[in-house]
């Protein structure tokens, strides 16, 4: 069974700053890994996945995720906070032996304060 | 970036009655739909998966019988509470994805549905 971890449930960082937003994964072969965000009472938006390739991978808004083998985490980055990325944001895991379902992790909650 | 549009985004009704929610994408066919409950402050459960023209898989526990689930064609899926109670009461989203390979998922912005 596959399964993804959000360790925080809430990350909190002054605008300007980086921030960071972890989650690890465990999955049976090649992990296909992704990363969105949701605004209050809407819908998930894509930010950025991990395919194959390098293990950098840039996204919307500025954001990046750094895919770890060794450490099974697909932590999302960004090098300057800005109030507005003040949202919940989820990790999803997904194999290609699952029927193509995605499971997502519980959420993290950043707050960006000015 | 491909548009799912989702109605009502907001519904009240009464205990016993029946919901449809509507799921539409816009501008791509989607080969696969899904349908997420989310509460509060917690993570999207998976409730159901929907492949146009053939029937919905549900996950474990989910009822098919109350929690009616319809792919009509490749923009189309709609889900119909059934009986309603108070405790159906959620944030429903659905999802769709495009053709075949490793491809993301767009939300619909998400229906609130409240059972009085």
């Known amino acids: 069974a596959q399964s993804v971890a959000q360790p925080e449930d809430q990350v909190n960082v002054a605008e300007g700053n980086p921030l960071t937003v972890k989650c690890t994964y465990s999955?049976?072969?090649?992990?296909?890994l992704f990363w969105y965000v949701q605004y209050p009472n809407r819908g998930l938006q894509f930010l950025l996945k991990?395919?194959?390739?390098?293990?950098l991978v840039k996204g919307s808004y500025g954001f990046e995720a750094e895919f770890n083998k060794s450490q099974t985490s697909f932590h999302l980055k960004k090098p300057s906070a800005l109030v507005s990325d003040s949202a919940l944001y989820f990790c999803a895991v997904r194999d290609n032996t699952n029927a193509g379902k995605s499971t997502f992790g519980d959420g993290t909650t950043l707050t960006v304060k000015p | 970036g491909a548009v799912v549009s989702q109605h009502p985004s907001r519904v009240i009704c009464k205990s016993g009655t029946s919901v449809k929610i509507e799921c539409r994408s816009l501008?791509?066919?989607?080969?696969?739909m899904f349908w997420y409950r989310q509460f509060p402050k917690q993570s999207l459960m998976l409730m159901a998966t929907?492949?146009?023209?053939?029937?919905?898989?549900?996950e474990q526990g989910v009822e098919k019988d109350k929690f009616l689930i319809n792919h009509a064609s490749l923009t189309l899926s709609t889900l119909t509470v059934t009986s309603a109670h108070p405790e159906d009461s959620s944030f429903y989203i659905c999802?769709?994805?495009?053709?075949?390979?490793?491809?993301?998922?767009?939300f619909g912005p998400g229906t609130r549905l409240t059972v009085l």
């Open positions: 929907s492949n146009e023209g053939s029937k919905a898989t549900y």
């Open positions: 991990y395919i194959t390739g390098d293990n």
């Open positions: 501008d791509f066919q989607a080969t696969t």
């Open positions: 999802s769709a994805r495009r053709g075949v390979g490793v491809n993301e998922q767009f």
């Open positions: 999955v049976s072969g090649n992990p296909y």
